[in-house]
């Protein structure tokens, strides 16, 4: 699917994610946050694959959201104070952010496209990697998939008694998903050293331009936690409003790049 | 989609109500009968002490900082989620990094009373203050108790009168400080005794170590400071110093009132991006 005409070469995308989840990891400046949050709705808006993994979107936006509210929640185990429970809210907002950036990659790019890229000694690794990442995108199809069977054969169960119903079909779904890969590697001749590259991925200039925004706005943001030029941790005790820098917002912007363009390319 | 709205806006709506519920009501502190405890903050420049009143048996060190900011106008900043001392007395890194100027950060000393410092192996969150206790912090490099500078020497008695008083014998107090000044110093050069379960040897060589003075700079400024702050008067006790403490983690130039500048570029961006990311999304179909 990845090698579809117009589509960007996975590490186009893969330089995207980890650029912005690097933003992402070194500041809990909540204004950072929310703009990173933006540009991954944007870039998912406009390039994904179409398809179920393109859901893991919404599905990666409300775990993020569940976590952020878990790590607030935990500051009830210490003392409660305002400055704690903001601090706790904005160490949630960057998982959150962190989350949904790793949806937008979900939902723009075929995890087994970014497979290929690997070197061939490294190509098992590569192999476990993409399948723990495909994990979340494929349970999702997946139950979705159940329970579109469930609804034809008229079965209704109430959503919490649902979950055991959903769930044995669904861990059967994901070994049947697993043998099968593990035939079609077999049958290809993985581990035996007759692989061969089938039809590699050109980069196009879109791409490069995508690795060199990516590289831009994590190498400004990395630079501001070294150089301690900006302000990346807002004050929270006492409580202050967060120092904003135009250039790091300029930089999280950069981000937004891959998602401008004609929409027929991805 | 509706659903995600609705737990977005349930969010939105409950939080105020959440954080105003859990925050727990400011104590008010005035100077009374009841314990107190000493704060030592030393940022290298000059030493400042606090004779605190704690309003309760006892309280963590981090508390101990806030009781000195609301009755004698300590500037204080916490990072790390209200873990650790960023910045007191106008020292130290604005944000929420603490250790943002290291190898410079606020070292925590324990005092064993009679002008002995012990590096405190726990964080100031962690170890409880009660009454007669005093406490240190002192603005330097180094990691250990053998390496960061240690307070001056000084015990409770030469913060805190004997009398529990208010503003009485203030006098008497201020001798006893400048007496201790110059034994300062050596706790900071022998620092390597000055470790924790070594309080008595530290504090024995302090005391023959008097004559030795600190640069300077520090013994000049010290006397001075020290006679001016040990007890505040009772009426610069009753203002609780509100805005200073602010002042202590808004830099200069944002106002203190309202988000920066930049802030609304942001939103806009937001703004922009989320709208048209909807845009987007709506004409290219809902499924293919």
């Not at chain 2, 330097?140 to 053998?146: A, C, E, Q």
């Given at each position: 699917v990845s090698a579809e005409r117009g589509s960007r070469h996975p590490g186009a995308w893969i330089a995207w994610s980890t650029g912005a989840g690097a933003c992402a990891f070194v500041t809990t400046n909540p204004v950072y946050l929310l703009v990173l949050g933006a540009v991954a709705w944007f870039v998912y808006a406009s390039r994904r694959v179409p398809g179920p993994t393109a859901r893991s979107f919404r599905v990666f936006l409300i775990a993020g959201l569940m976590t952020m509210v878990v790590r607030t929640a935990l500051v009830v185990l210490g003392t409660v104070t305002v400055e704690a429970t903001v601090f706790a809210a904005l160490e949630g907002l960057r998982l959150a952010a962190i989350l949904v950036i790793f949806g937008a990659f979900n939902a723009v790019t075929d995890p087994f496209g970014v497979v290929r890229l690997a070197p061939r000694r490294f190509h098992e690794p590569a192999l476990a990697a993409a399948l723990a990442l495909s994990i979340a995108p494929r349970t999702v199809a997946s139950v979705q998939r159940v329970r579109e069977a469930q609804r034809l054969r008229g079965i209704r169960i109430s959503p919490w008694r649902a979950l055991p119903a959903l769930a044995v079909p669904v861990l059967e779904n994901g070994m049947e998903d697993a043998v099968m890969l593990a035939e079609s590697m077999d049958a290809r001749g993985h581990g035996r050293g007759r692989r061969t590259r089938y039809r590699p991925q050109a980069w196009s200039p879109a791409a490069v331009v995508t690795v060199a925004a990516a590289a831009l706005a994590a190498a400004a943001f990395i630079w501001a936690a070294f150089g301690g030029w900006a302000e990346l941790h807002p004050p929270t005790s006492p409580l202050g409003w967060p120092e904003v820098d135009t250039w790091l917002v300029g930089a999280v912007l950069l981000l937004a790049v891959p998602g401008f363009g004609p929409e027929g390319e991805r | 989609v509706p659903r995600l709205r609705a737990l977005l806006a349930g969010l939105v709506l409950t939080a105020p109500a959440f954080t105003s519920v859990l925050a727990a009501p400011a104590p008010a502190c005035a100077a009374g009968p009841g314990p107190r405890a000493a704060l030592v903050v030393d940022t290298g420049a000059s030493v400042t002490t606090y004779c605190v009143a704690l309003g309760a048996s006892s309280v963590d060190g981090l508390e101990l900082i806030r009781l000195a900011g609301r009755q004698h106008g300590l500037a204080y900043s916490f990072g790390f989620g209200g873990q650790a001392v960023c910045s007191?007395?106008?020292?130290?890194?604005?944000?929420?990094?603490?250790?943002?100027?290291?190898?410079?950060?606020?070292?925590?000393?324990?005092?064993?009373?009679?002008?002995?410092?012990?590096?405190?192996?726990?964080?100031?969150?962690?170890?409880?203050?009660?009454?007669?206790?005093?406490?240190?912090?002192?603005?330097?490099?180094?990691?250990?108790?053998?390496?960061?500078?240690?307070?001056?020497?000084?015990?409770?008695?030469?913060?805190?009168?004997?009398?529990?008083?208010?503003?009485?014998?203030?006098?008497?107090?201020?001798?006893?400080?400048?007496?201790?000044?110059?034994?300062?110093?050596?706790?900071?050069?022998?620092?390597?005794?000055?470790?924790?379960?070594?309080?008595?040897?530290?504090?024995?060589?302090?005391?023959?170590?008097?004559?030795?003075?600190?640069?300077?700079?520090?013994?000049?400024?010290?006397?001075?400071?020290?006679?001016?702050?040990?007890?505040?008067?009772?009426?610069?006790?009753?203002?609780?110093?509100?805005?200073?403490?602010?002042?202590?983690?808004?830099?200069?130039?944002?106002?203190?009132?309202?988000?920066?500048?930049?802030?609304?570029?942001?939103?806009?961006?937001?703004?922009?991006?989320?709208?048209?990311?909807?845009?987007?999304?709506?004409?290219?179909?809902?499924?293919?």
């Open positions: - | 007191l007395a106008g020292v130290g890194p604005s944000g929420g990094d603490c250790f943002a100027e290291y190898p410079d950060f606020w070292g925590f000393w324990r005092g064993n009373g009679s002008g002995g410092w012990s590096w405190s192996s726990s964080g100031a969150g962690g170890v409880s203050v009660g009454g007669g206790d005093i406490e240190g912090w002192t603005w330097g490099s180094g990691d250990s108790g053998s390496t960061h500078p240690a307070p001056p020497a000084l015990a409770f008695d030469d913060v805190c009168e004997p009398s529990g008083g208010g503003g009485a014998g203030s006098g008497g107090g201020s001798g006893g400080a400048g007496g201790s000044q110059g034994g300062g110093d050596s706790g900071g050069g022998d620092a390597g005794l000055v470790e924790p379960g070594n309080d008595e040897e530290a504090a024995g060589s302090d005391d023959g170590a008097q004559s030795e003075g600190r640069s300077p700079s520090r013994s000049k400024a010290e006397p001075r400071r020290e006679r001016d702050r040990p007890t505040p008067s009772p009426s610069e006790r009753a203002a609780p110093d509100g805005p200073d403490i602010r002042a202590a983690g808004a830099r200069a130039d944002d106002p203190p009132g309202g988000p920066p500048a930049a802030t609304y570029l942001a939103v806009v961006a937001i703004a922009v991006l989320v709208v048209g990311g909807r845009l987007r999304l709506r004409s290219r179909g809902p499924a293919r």
